[in-house]
C-alpha cells in the first residue's frame, strides 16, 4: 500500500478564459472544482494506475466533508485526521496560454491537532510499503514537522518521498532525518543552495554533487518541457521527453510523484521508475483536469521517452 500524504488540502477550482480582464468582470464558461492539494493530485493518478493507495492527511469544514464524498466516488481508501477549522480554496485562473494561480493559506492547525496527527500517522503506515508527502504544511504546525514524520517512517523502515519546497526542505536537507527522494525543480533548487542554477544539464549534475544532498539517495530535478536531470546514489540520468500539446499543466508534478512512488514500491528499474514518472506528468498536462491522465496513451508515451545515462 502507499500512503500518500496532504497536509494542507483544497479544493481546486480551474477557471479557463480566453483573456483575463483586470478591473472589470470575467465570465468562465469553463469551471472544473476537484480535490486538491498536491498529494490528492498524487493520489488520483496513483488510483489510475491501479495502485493500493490511501490518502491521508489533516481534513476538516464543509470543503473537507465535499473532498471525502469525491474521494468516495472515485474509491479511493482515506483515512484523515480531523481538524476543526475550514480547508481552503485554491483558484488557478488559464488564460492566454498562461496561468494565474490565487492559493488560500488555509486553516491555523493547533498543537493538540498536530499531535493527533502524529499519533494517527505512526499507526497508519504500519501497512504501507511507501509513504509520499507533498506540498506545503499548514500555518500553526513547527516547520520541522515533516522532519517528525520522516523520522516516524525511518523508525519502521518506510521509505518517503518527498516533495515540497522553501523552509521545509531546507530544513530537511540541513538535519538528520532524510527521505528516500526529493523532486525539487530549477527553481526549488536555486532556493535551497542560495545561487541561481542554470537550466542546463551540467549546471544541474554540479549542484546535486553539494554535500547538501549526500545523504538523499534519490533526487530528480523536473525541468517542464525540457524532461528532468535525476540522481540515484552515484549514477546520473537526462530525462528526454516528447514536445506534446499543453492543456493544464497543472498537476503534473504530482503526477510524476506518483509514477515514481509506484515505480519504487514495485521495485522498477531506474530507467522505467524514471519513463513512467514522466510519462504520467505529461499525460497530466494533456488533461483539462488536474490530477488525471489517460491511461490509453500511456505505452505509446513511455515509448516516447528516453532516459539516458550522463
Not at 480554496?89 to 486553516?107: D, R, V, Y
Not at 506540498?135 to 515533516?146: A, C, D, H
Not at 515540497?164 to 532556493?191: F, H, Q, T, V
Request: net charge negative.
Amino acid at each position: 500500500m502507499i500512503v500518500t500524504i496532504t497536509m494542507n488540502p483544497s479544493i481546486d477550482v480551474s477557471y479557463q478564459l480566453d483573456t483575463l480582464k483586470i478591473d472589470t468582470i470575467n465570465r468562465v464558461a469553463k469551471t472544473s472544482k476537484t480535490a486538491g492539494g498536491k498529494g490528492l493530485n498524487v493520489t488520483r493518478v496513483l488510483k489510475q494506475i491501479g495502485a493500493d493507495v490511501t490518502a491521508s492527511g489533516l481534513m476538516g469544514g464543509f470543503l473537507g466533508e465535499q473532498i471525502k464524498k469525491e474521494l468516495d466516488t472515485l474509491n479511493v481508501k482515506h483515512d484523515f485526521s480531523p481538524i476543526n477549522d475550514e480547508i481552503r480554496n485554491c483558484i488557478a485562473i488559464l488564460h492566454e496560454g498562461k496561468q494565474t494561480e490565487i492559493l488560500e493559506s488555509g486553516p491555523v492547525i493547533s498543537l493538540q491537532e498536530g499531535n493527533q496527527f502524529l499519533k494517527h500517522f505512526e499507526q497508519l503506515i504500519q501497512q504501507a510499503s511507501i509513504v509520499s508527502f507533498s506540498g506545503s504544511l499548514p500555518l500553526g504546525l513547527p516547520k520541522n514537522f515533516y522532519a517528525e514524520m520522516i523520522k516516524i517512517c525511518n523508525s519502521k523502515n518506510k521509505d518517503v518521498l518527498l516533495d515540497c519546497s522553501g523552509e521545509g526542505l531546507k530544513r530537511i536537507l540541513n538535519g538528520s532525518e532524510k527521505p528516500l527522494l526529493i523532486k525539487p525543480n530549477i527553481e526549488e533548487l536555486s532556493s535551497v543552495l542560495g545561487r541561481k542554477i542554470m537550466n542546463d544539464l551540467a549546471a544541474i549534475k554540479a549542484a546535486l554533487m553539494s554535500p547538501l544532498f549526500s545523504d538523499i539517495e534519490w533526487i530528480v530535478v523536473s525541468m517542464g518541457s525540457q524532461g528532468a536531470v535525476a540522481k540515484h546514489k552515484d549514477i546520473f540520468y537526462k530525462v528526454v521527453i516528447p514536445k506534446v500539446e499543453v492543456k493544464n499543466p497543472v498537476g503534473s508534478g504530482d503526477a510524476t510523484v506518483a509514477g515514481l512512488a509506484f515505480g519504487l514500491s514495485e521495485g522498477k528499474s531506474d530507467e522505467e521508475i524514471l519513463k513512467m514518472a514522466n510519462a504520467l506528468g505529461i499525460l497530466n498536462a494533456q488533461e483539462a483536469m488536474t490530477g488525471h491522465v489517460d491511461m490509453t496513451k500511456f505505452e505509446k508515451t513511455m515509448d516516447q521517452i528516453e532516459v539516458l545515462t550522463v
